[in-house]
């Protein structure tokens, strides 16, 4: 195989390849090879039949499936042996080929720049670490203890007040006839919620335990039954128990009924609770932090062809109008998303991060807790949609390469109180909003891809050229 590259200053290129008439054939004769034991024709025995009968009978779909292999196996030889990254898809413009043939071809490209890591070094960022207060810590638990229902009988002669549980069995009827749903037994209801039928707690206000009381309601629009919607229905209910909520008293049992080992390790989890929910904000702040400085790292050329891709994404949903004035906002929001993307890639390949099977599926995991009740919705979803999986796993590698940056840049370490956070958390929301005041002023439209200026482009590496003008590949049938 003779390479020969031209256009060597600038990204784009072409990369001429030629293969002699002589390989070829030996690909050729590889898989008349291949093939020959797996053919049946008629008259003669399996692995049997000559050579010429097969290049006769299949001939044009064995030279295709050869020349697909040639194809893909030398463009990326070409391009690994020359060091370039393509951005973007490879187009190949066959000049000669057939069977019996040379095959000479041109690869156009247009490679990714070189980009200087050395800065990674002088990034600059803020490491928070949130000093939690023992009254906040206490606060917190005391709201938890108040989410609580204790709820205590009270004596026979003690009448239902609002937030007091009544529990009771009940039989209705319309019109002095029973209907379906229209009996229960130890319902339970929190007087003043009115959250069973509209207007129904409020007319158990002032029962007392064994009491039997008449309820009228109007059945709501969205009854099971569809034929007792908005029909009026009277209740007779049977009071069982009357129960008053206590206070939950805030001691060991009540930590270890939350799981804790007893009080102190309870306040000792809620305290890191409140922490990770602070640093967890925080660290976003932090990555669009590093984000932003790498914004200014130098990059001597974006590939045009990634930018009008990055432009389409962000111009999603645009009107024709809407994206002309938009144009220019974009390309260069583009800009900065490539360079990112760009410098992010080359940092983790030559610090070699890969992700594990077992770092997606933790991932996947993490999403499932976030989500109860939807397990498996979630679960089918990432089944259905392979791209969604890949979306995760960038995701992931590209946490892991903002964490290792974290290691090799300059951190400025800051404990800060938790309303100093909240301070922080605030300026930030503050900036995004204007942000987005400003660009909805400028564009008149909204569109929430302006707001990830500094969210890195995905730069993939796409090995597999396509040709310009390639014959159409058949696979032989091997019958």
């Known amino acids: 195989m003779k390479v020969t590259v031209e256009n ?16 070829m054939n030996s690909y050729m004769d590889e898989k008349y090879e291949e093939i020959k034991n797996t053919v049946n024709l008629k008259g003669f025995r399996p692995g049997k039949v000559p050579k010429e009968i097969l290049k006769r009978q299949f001939g044009q779909a064995i030279f295709s499936e050869v020349l697909d292999k040639v194809l893909k196996d030398t463009s990326v030889k070409a391009l690994e042996d020359n060091k370039i990254k393509p951005a973007g898809q490879p187009k190949l413009d066959l000049k000669t080929y057939g069977e019996d043939k040379d095959l000479e071809y041109v690869m156009s490209v247009t490679e990714l720049p070189k980009v200087e890591l050395k800065s990674v070094e002088n990034i600059k960022y803020d490491e928070y670490s949130v000093k939690i207060d023992a009254n906040e810590t206490d606060k917190r638990i005391k709201e938890i203890a108040k989410s609580q229902n204790n709820f205590k009988e009270v004596a026979a002669d003690v009448k239902a007040v609002v937030e007091n549980l009544v529990i009771f069995d009940y039989k209705a009827t319309i019109d002095g006839k029973d209907f379906t749903g229209g009996e229960g037994k130890n319902t339970q209801l929190i007087l003043g919620k009115d959250l069973f039928i509209k207007g129904f707690d409020k007319q158990l206000i002032g029962v007392k335990k064994n009491d039997e009381k008449s309820a009228d309601v109007t059945l709501p629009e969205n009854y099971p039954q569809k034929e007792y919607a908005n029909k009026k229905a009277n209740f007779v209910c049977k009071i069982i128990e009357v129960k008053k909520s206590e206070e939950v008293k805030i001691d060991d049992d009540f930590a270890k009924n939350l799981g804790a080992k ?55 949903g645009m009107t024709e109008e809407d994206f002309k004035k938009s144009r220019k906002n974009f390309e260069e929001i583009a800009k900065k998303r490539i360079k990112v993307g760009l410098i992010l890639n080359e940092f983790g390949e030559q610090n070699k991060i890969k992700v594990t099977e077992q770092e997606i599926q933790a991932e996947v995991q993490k999403q499932l807790r976030m989500m109860p009740g939807q397990e498996k919705m979630v679960m089918e979803f990432y089944q259905k949609n392979p791209s969604a999986l890949a979306s995760l796993r960038g995701n992931v590698y590209e946490e892991k390469i903002i964490d290792l940056i974290k290691t090799k840049a300059k951190a400025s370490k800051k404990e800060i109180s938790k309303e100093e956070a909240e301070k922080i958390l605030k300026e930030h929301q503050k900036q995004d909003h204007n942000h987005e005041h400003d660009h909805d002023h400028d564009h008149n439209h909204d569109n929430p891809e302006e707001k990830k200026a500094s969210k890195p482009a995905k730069i993939e590496k796409k090995l597999e050229p396509s040709a310009s003008k390639k014959p159409s590949a058949k696979k032989v049938s091997k019958k």
């Open 8 to 23: 060597k200053k600038g990204l784009n290129k072409d990369i001429k390849v030629f293969i002699d008439k002589k390989t």
């Open 262 to 316: 007893d009080l102190a390790d309870l306040k000792t989890l809620v305290s890191k609770q409140i922490n990770d929910e602070y640093k967890n904000s925080l660290d976003k702040l932090v990555k669009t932090q590093i984000l932003k400085e790498i914004e200014n790292f130098k990059v001597d050329e974006i590939p045009e062809n990634l930018i009008e891709e990055e432009v389409k994404i962000l111009s999603q």
